[in-house]
């Protein structure tokens, strides 16, 4: 197998002890996304295990799936002990909270963010242009995770955004073009944890000849079967792909990345 330099995950959701320790062992700086309190508990002990300093990074907001069951108050001790704060946002695609709770919640931690100088991780379902002119009014350091539309993309590489590309950018038209279209300095890699690695392997299974054909391709470098693939094989089978739409390679693409991690962390002292 080809020896790739140190890659990292932009955004990952981490729901066992054995998948944190998985990243540590294979020393895979992370951003682990706590959602709502409870889940925010979860990744701050994850993240304060004494072999996760460097590795695993606590990213802590009020998801908007969530966002009618709490308040941004149950956040603030987890919001004031982060270097990022997310993932935030609103969605009208996977989740039917209200928009306007949704929005109520987002502005108030979009508000916090900007106050306290913190960068800032979005969530963006179906709600692209009304995330866009929020964060407009809000100037900070923002990474747009996961970005699959094909409308307002622009918008955001105005005002700066980092991007973390995912494992569906072998099959997805929309995340293929985020991953040819941000620069250089702006791009990075995220898995969103293994459940959406599994959900868009099994997606890319429905899609195109040319996904098949990717997947055998990481089937081949890997030696292994959907279900063994591990936080790593996926990131380098991103990091593969990104580089193939960038005419660049995946070695450049991973060091890329994996600087572009540092800076955005960077913002946030
Ligand atoms: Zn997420």
């Given at each position: 197998m080809r020896n790739y330099p140190v890659v990292t995950d932009a955004h990952a959701h981490v729901k066992t002890k054995a998948e944190a320790l998985e990243r540590i062992r294979e020393g895979i700086p992370t951003m682990v996304c706590g959602t709502d309190p409870e889940d925010a508990r979860w990744v701050m002990e994850l993240c304060h295990m004494?072999?996760?300093?460097?590795i695993l990074f606590p990213v802590f907001g009020l998801h908007p799936w969530y966002a009618d069951q709490w308040k941004v108050e149950d956040m603030m001790p987890y919001l004031e002990n982060c270097q990022v704060i997310g993932e935030i946002g609103m969605d009208s695609l996977w989740c039917n909270v209200p928009l306007k709770r949704q929005k109520e919640v987002l502005e108030k931690q979009l508000q916090i963010a900007a106050e306290w100088k913190r960068p800032v991780v979005l969530h963006t379902k179906d709600q692209e242009r009304e995330i866009l002119e929020l964060i407009r009014k809000y100037p900070n350091t923002y990474l747009v995770h996961?970005?699959?539309?094909?409308?307002?993309l622009d918008g955001y590489l105005d005002l700066d955004c980092y991007f973390s590309v995912g494992p569906d950018v072998i099959w997805n038209p929309a995340v293929q073009r985020v991953a040819r279209q941000v620069p250089e300095k702006r791009i990075l890699l995220e898995t969103d944890g293994m459940d959406a690695v599994k959900w868009a392997w099994e997606e890319g299974q429905k899609n195109q000849n040319y996904a098949i054909k990717e997947q055998e391709s990481i089937r081949e470098t890997t030696q292994k079967q959907p279900e063994e693939i591990v936080v790593k094989d996926s990131l380098h089978a991103t990091a593969r792909m990104a580089a193939k739409l960038r005419n660049s390679s995946p070695e450049i693409l991973i060091s890329l990345t994996t600087d572009n991690f540092l800076t955005f962390f960077g913002n946030s002292y």
């Open positions: 004494p072999e996760a300093e460097g996961w970005y699959s539309t094909d409308h307002d």
